[in-house]
């Protein structure tokens, strides 16, 4: 039987929504705080493939989600550009910082990211032979616009500004930086569908602070392309976009991009999105992951009201965003349990 995950994205709407959670595998969890001490810092354990392998098992373990996602991060993709990449305990990442044509003429070239990726891909092939048969494998790599966020700023920034300065003062340089992440993109996620991914997710956490004209150009046009390229070679393998806190530019966003499914933030209502977004297509979300720190006749009122929003179309039950370090484990189980219920 086709597993439910990829029976959604097919478009099916299912009695009860399949369900897995952004951050599923993190420091909510006391196994992965172990594993993460084992592995000493995060970028260690993001490369081993044996430790990766098992903290992304971790949460199909103790939950049983219907997917279990690639332990990994958006940020190795610049890395593997040779972009220097640290992180701050309690801060965050760290990166060089792409100012101006001289840091984007120092990357090195799509053809060599594979040499520092390969971990990742071996992550990969290990989880496709260890997860149960009714789980879905997805793999994933951050959208061009956020990853160039963090390439420009060297951080994470509340409002994007290094990177919507770069565009206004050096607009070659940046969409030359566009360009190369798209690319990039398509040969990192296809690596991963190579290696075993049934199903990859395109994480572009800063889409709302493009607005108009460059919501078209750096959010929907290298969706649009990545989708493209990948669905030419890997016709079967669907995609899921999440185009954060985009509003109304979630209208349309399937037809647009060609996405088999976009993931939707906690900023929109359920109700909205069941009337504009969902006859266009499966959507993801989006549960307020704050939710997961309260716990609670809120939670399942929320899980409730969600579910049954969404009850008339393809649906895939998550949060609005990455679910938390002070969340506590018990609710993530009540979640799962009130989705279930019926
Ligand atoms: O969802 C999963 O379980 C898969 C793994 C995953 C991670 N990061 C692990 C991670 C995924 C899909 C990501 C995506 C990611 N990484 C995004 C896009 C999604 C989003 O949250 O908006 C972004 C913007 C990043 C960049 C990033 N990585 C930041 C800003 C941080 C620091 C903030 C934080 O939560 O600590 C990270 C670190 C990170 N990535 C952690 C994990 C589990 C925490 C690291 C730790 O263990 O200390």
Redesign the pocket.
């Known amino acids: 039987m086709t597993k439910t995950i990829l029976r959604s994205l097919a478009g099916e709407t299912l009695p009860t929504p399949p369900i897995w959670m952004?951050?599923?595998?993190?420091?909510y969890l006391p196994e992965y705080k172990a594993t993460?001490a084992e592995a000493g810092d995060?970028l260690s354990l993001c490369y081993n493939p044996d430790l990766a392998t098992e903290v992304t098992l971790q949460p199909i373990r103790r939950f049983g989600f219907d997917a279990a996602?690639?332990?990994?991060?958006?940020?190795l993709l610049p890395q593997a550009l040779g972009a220097d990449l640290w992180?701050v305990?309690g801060e965050?990442?760290r990166l060089s910082t792409i100012t101006g044509p001289d840091g984007l003429a120092k990357l090195k070239g799509v053809d060599d990211i594979h040499e520092t990726l390969n971990p990742i891909y071996q992550t990969v092939r290990n989880l496709s032979g260890a997860l149960p048969a009714e789980t879905t494998l997805i793999g994933?790599a951050?959208a061009p616009w956020?990853v160039a966020t963090?390439m420009i700023a060297g951080q994470?920034t509340p409002d994007q500004g290094p990177a919507h300065a770069l565009k206004a003062e050096d607009r070659a340089t940046f969409e030359a930086l566009i360009d190369l992440l798209t690319v990039s993109t398509i040969e990192y996620l296809s690596a991963q569908i190579d290696a075993g991914a049934e199903v990859v997710k395109i994480?572009d956490?800063w889409a709302g602070s493009l607005k108009g004209e460059d919501f078209a150009k750096y959010a929907l046009e290298p969706a649009r392309r990545i989708t493209a390229a990948l669905k030419d070679r890997h016709p079967d393998i669907p995609v899921i976009a999440f185009p954060?806190e985009a509003g109304d530019g979630y209208i349309g966003f399937h037809a647009a991009t060609g996405a088999d499914c976009v993931a939707i933030d906690n900023s929109v209502d359920a109700a909205w999105v069941a009337e504009h977004v969902q006859p266009a297509g499966c959507v993801q979300g989006n549960l307020a992951s704050s939710h997961m720190v309260t716990g609670g006749d809120a939670l399942v009122s929320e899980v409730r009201r969600i579910r049954d929003a969404l009850s008339n179309g393809p649906h895939i039950f998550n949060l609005g965003?990455?679910i938390t370090p002070d969340a506590d484990p018990d609710n993530v189980t009540l979640m799962i349990e009130t989705l279930r219920e019926k």
Do not use: E, K, V
């Not at 996602?69 to 940020?75: C, E, G, P, Q, V």
């Open positions: 952004m951050r599923q595998a993190g420091r993460r995060f996602i690639l332990f990994a991060d958006i940020l992180f305990t965050g990442p994933f951050g956020t963090y994470g994480f956490s954060r965003h990455g």
